[in-house]
């Protein structure tokens, strides 16, 4: 199992061009199975519509399918004008634990991507009901544009801690079955 560090130790300047080029370099000749949960998620989704010679099938959690339209509804148009206009603004980053400044070019690269990519490997969604960060209803579309995916649904939140014993048993299942 690889677990990159897609932000390469520079959050500031993270970008999904940048996060890609990583994947692309961990990449070795066999298939595997990506697994990303929120942004990762949706990065796995993207990597794996432009590589499927790569990549054998997806688990994601509660992927953040509409990424840069869900920036944009939720900062909305005056929190992004200040964003651009100081250059960064300070997001939670999970990893850390605390708020770090991202660099505005970090919105301004994720509008070149399509908000659902077109995977065609099996998909594993799992994603709670109660998520705020990222709605069920942006897996839901998914769901409809790829008839190979699936979806396991939580009485849960985004972060799914809850419900981890359940999300391992799925994931197995899944990783192990083939088609």
């Known amino acids: 199992?690889?677990?990159?560090?897609?932000?390469?130790?520079?959050?500031?300047?993270?970008?999904?061009?940048?996060?890609?080029?990583?994947?692309?370099?961990?990449?070795?000749?066999?298939?595997?199975?990506l697994?990303?949960?929120?942004?990762?998620?949706?990065?796995?989704?993207?990597?794996?519509?432009?590589?499927?010679?790569?990549?054998?099938?997806?688990?994601?959690?509660?992927?953040a399918f509409g990424f840069y339209q869900l920036w944009m509804a939720s900062l909305g148009p005056d929190k992004i004008a200040e964003w651009k206009q100081a250059g960064s603004l300070n997001v939670f980053h999970y990893g850390e634990g605390r708020e770090l400044p991202l660099s505005y070019q970090f919105l301004e690269d994720?509008?070149?991507?399509?908000?659902?990519?077109?995977?065609?490997?099996?998909?594993?969604?799992?994603h709670g009901e109660r998520?705020?960060?990222?709605?069920?209803?942006?897996?839901?579309?998914?769901?409809?544009?790829?008839?190979?995916?699936q979806l396991i649904?939580?009485?849960?939140?985004h972060e799914l801690i809850d419900v981890l014993e359940s999300i391992w048993y799925e994931t197995e299942r899944f990783v192990l079955r083939r088609e």
């Not at 994720?110 to 799992?126: G, Y």
Request: proline residues 8%.
């Open 35 to 63: 697994i990303g949960s929120s942004l990762g998620g949706y990065l796995a989704a993207l990597y794996a519509a432009r590589h499927p010679e790569r990549v054998d099938r997806l688990v994601l959690l509660a992927p």
């Open 153 to 157: 649904r939580y009485s849960s939140g």
């Open 110 to 126: 994720a509008a070149q991507f399509e908000p659902f990519p077109a995977v065609s490997q099996p998909v594993l969604i799992l």
């Open 1 to 33: 199992m690889q677990i990159p560090d897609l932000a390469a130790g520079d959050f500031e300047n993270l970008t999904v061009t940048r996060q890609l080029r990583i994947l692309e370099q961990q990449a070795n000749a066999s298939k595997y199975t």
């Open 131 to 149: 998520d705020e960060t990222v709605p069920l209803e942006q897996s839901l579309a998914f769901l409809e544009r790829h008839p190979r995916a």
